[in-house]
């Protein structure tokens, strides 16, 4: 079982936010106090921070530990995933669907990549550099959080074993859903994301028959667009996938 974070309203519906790779719990901060109405979850991903001791194996793994969280806290859950978290929530509504209520699916890569032996060789022989603070400081400023929290993403990265990081790397890469799902999702993109994202919302806008949402910045919508947290509660207060 994975370690995990309770917070916010014990008697309220539960609500699992699952953090993008090299991200913590913290990159959640906005999110916190704006659904205290909810019984939140938040936990480190397998390779990381608090659960740096299980090493990160796959994303279906990750959906499975996923799904023992809400079968402990409830019967089913809303969730919100951003990144390699947006594929495992992904992965949740084709493994798992009778434990989601509602999904909101954050930037999630779903279009075969190329050049992946080269990109896993590339991380291969980097991967040293993750101890470097001007090397991490380059990385954490792309993500355009606030730099408050740059200690944290760095004491975070530290905790990332080499085959974490390229397990994690490949399955990402090699990730694609391609089935109909009749639960409710939302699909939020940022307006400056990577063409390889924008294909991938194209991508999941067909196969769900629902309209992307794309917010203003790139990859980091959840703590870049202040409209992020209304339009989430707008969904799960009422909307379906088709809003």
Not at 99 to 104: D, E, R
Not at 115 to 143: A, C, D, G
Not at 173 to 180: A, I, P, R, V, W
Not at 225 to 236: G, L, M, Q
Request: proline share 2%; charged share 20%.
């Amino acid at each position: 079982m994975l370690n995990y974070n309770i917070c916010g309203n014990p008697n309220g519906e539960l609500l699992v936010f699952i953090n993008g790779a090299g991200l913590s719990t913290w990159m959640w901060y906005k999110q916190l106090e704006f659904f205290k109405d909810y019984k939140i979850i938040t936990f480190d991903l397998t390779g990381h921070g608090a659960n740096c001791s299980q090493e990160f194996s796959t994303i279906k793994d990750l959906a499975n530990d996923i799904s023992k969280i809400i079968v402990a806290e409830g019967k089913n859950a809303l969730l919100v995933g951003h990144s390699i978290g947006a594929q495992a929530t992904l992965e949740m509504l084709r493994s798992y669907p009778h434990l989601i209520n509602k999904a909101v699916v954050v930037s999630a890569l779903n279009k075969d990549m190329g050049f992946k032996k080269t990109t896993l060789k590339m991380i291969s022989l980097s991967y040293p550099l993750i101890k470097s603070k001007l090397f991490s400081k380059l990385q954490f400023n792309q993500l355009k959080l606030p730099q408050i929290l740059f200690e944290k993403y760095f004491d975070n990265t530290l905790t990332i074993s080499k085959s974490s990081l390229l397990n994690l790397t490949k399955d990402n890469m090699d990730f694609c859903f391609s089935q109909e799902t009749d639960k409710a999702n939302k699909l939020i993109y940022g307006e400056k994301e990577i063409k390889a994202m924008r294909d991938s919302a194209e991508i999941l806008s067909k196969l769900f028959d629902t309209e992307v949402t794309y917010l203003k910045g790139g990859h980091g919508v959840p703590y870049v667009d202040e409209s992020f947290n209304t339009i989430v509660k707008s969904f799960f207060e009422g909307g379906t996938h088709n809003d």
